[in-house]
């Protein structure tokens, strides 16, 4: 059989993953927005239920119950507990998803409050960014603003998103997805997910993390 060229999409025999990587992984949402009436909500329970159904444990992070105090770098503010709650949940995912509506091209305050709070957690491990809108764009300036502000982080951000436009129409009042095709969408992306978490977690670790040089 001919050699595979570089960037084929055959697929190969693969070595059984080592125990370390293998199972289910913790993936939290986080959910970015606390306004009233807000339609982030049944998309973010919706991304975390698709977590579940491929078999990963999963936490709804809503920031609207999960509340943060201004990030001011005061001793009480460092300590209280849900700003250390959310670290310590942060710190226990190998991966993480987030989902922010766009507000004025951006993410919302909320989220950016909640990364300030962040140092080592979320280091080399993947983040799925999603966005909404209300607008076709589906919140794409906000979900690729976020990913740019994740990386400083050391996190990395993949190119899969999952983008709810057009917010109002798919789901109704109760919570009913009225667009199947979502399905099919978040899957792909929690699978793109699920192999860089896999693939981080080996290289976090095995492979030695280079030193900064000074100076
Ligand atoms: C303060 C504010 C700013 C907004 N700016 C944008 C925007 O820049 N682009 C856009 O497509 N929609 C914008 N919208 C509309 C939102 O996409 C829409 O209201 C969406 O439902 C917000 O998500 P939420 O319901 O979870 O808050 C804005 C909405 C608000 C409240």
Redesign the pocket.
Known sequence: MAAAQVGSTEHHEREPLPDDVAGPLFIPVVLG?I?E?????HPAKLLAERVEAKGHRTQLVDLRELVLPMYDERDETNSHPNVVAFQQLMQRSDASIWLS?????AYTSVIKNAIDFLHGEIRRKPIGACG????V?G?I?ASEALKVALIELHAVPIRESVHFGE??TIFDADGTLLKPEFIRRIDHFIAELDWYARALKWGRHHVPIPERPRG
């Open positions: 927005s306004r009436g807000r339609r982030s909500y509506p766009e507000y004025n091209h909404l809108a209300s607008g764009g919140g300036r917010a109002r």
